[in-house]
């Protein structure tokens, strides 16, 4: 039987931990606070600690690395996890899958695939980059393997927190008020399915060949100003998008850490924010759930 490590219980750690699960495999998922889930073996982790780490990965198969520190603790927390991963895939054997982001390319002109040039210089883009960097190198050196799954926006059932298609967004929609958003609302972007966020990474861990790459999750797109209007037509609501004032994120980002970062990565909602995955879902065999069924069964989350 399979054993993997997912290090970190979000929204992603948990669809991955479930999808494992229920297809019979051992799973511990290794968390500061030790969360427990249905099915699993819980682990009390520091992900930045590199012998606390290489013990949790004694004996896996697989090291799903799907931990994310909140915005303004990246540039402190981000490298010395980065560090201890690489070491704990090293000395265990374990295949690493980091999960990983679209930052790194930065603003695009078109489609992002699995081979566009990552010419951020955005901070957090600059994070992510160095961090995959790193993993690279050590794969290329022959110390480990090691992919990252890149994945846009996540949206999903019953999604909360910070998550721009989450439930602040279905709620006003659904509500018949305004949701508020990031950017532009007419701007076309790629939301990504927690499901398939989970699948591709299960995949990716799976094949046999093309380690040292990144992996595309293949995601719908829709502006959020056409997914309002998609859910007022199938639920008659009458609810609308509006764009927050660039001034007003700038003056919130003054005083708050949190929104400072929010303002610096807006641009991803400026300009149409398009992932391309035709290459890992040809290579790796996964393909998107249906946009109406993963944005209905989303949405009617939200309504019980």
């Not at 997912?6 to 479930?18: D, K, P, T």
């Not at 797109?221 to 309002?228: F, Y």
């Not at 149409?272 to 109406?292: F, K, N």
Request: net charge neutral; with cysteine; proline share 6%.
């Amino acid at each position: 039987m399979p054993h993997h490590l997912i290090v970190g219980a979000g929204w992603i750690g948990s669809e991955l931990a479930r999808q494992l699960v229920a297809r019979g495999d051992a799973v511990t998922v290794a968390t500061r606070s030790g969360t427990a889930l249905p099915g699993t073996t819980a682990k009390e982790l520091d992900a930045s600690d590199p012998v606390a780490f290489v013990l949790a990965a004694e004996r896996m198969d697989t090291i799903f690395l799907c931990t994310n520190p909140p915005y303004p603790d990246w540039a402190k927390r981000w490298p010395p996890v980065f560090a201890a991963a690489i070491n704990a895939a090293s000395v265990s054997g374990a295949g690493l899958v980091v999960m990983g982001n679209l930052y790194p390319y930065g603003s695009p002109d078109g489609p992002m695939t699995e081979h566009s040039p990552e010419i951020t210089t955005e901070s957090k883009g600059v994070i992510r980059r160095d961090g995959w960097r790193r993993v690279r190198a050590a794969h290329e050196y022959g110390e480990l393997r090691a992919v990252e799954v890149r994945a846009s926006d996540y949206f999903g059932r019953g999604v909360t927190g910070t998550a721009h298609l989450g439930e602040t967004f279905f709620r006003q929609v659904l509500a018949s008020k305004t949701a508020r958003v990031v950017g532009l609302p007419g701007a076309l972007h790629s939301w990504s399915y927690l499901p398939d966020i989970a699948a591709t990474m299960i995949a990716a861990a799976g094949h046999t060949g093309d380690w040292g790459r990144v992996w595309h999750v293949p995601s719908g797109a829709a502006s959020r100003t056409d997914i309002a209007e998609q859910l007022n037509t199938r639920f008659g609501s009458h609810g609308v998008v509006a764009g927050y004032p660039a001034w007003m994120l700038r003056s919130l980002g003054l005083v708050s850490p949190l929104m400072r970062e929010v303002y610096t990565s807006s641009y991803q909602f400026q300009v149409p924010y398009v992932i391309d995955s035709r290459e890992t879902e040809r290579e790796l065999g996964v393909t998107a759930t249906a946009w109406d069924d993963a944005l209905m069964a989303t949405a009617d989350s939200y309504r019980r």
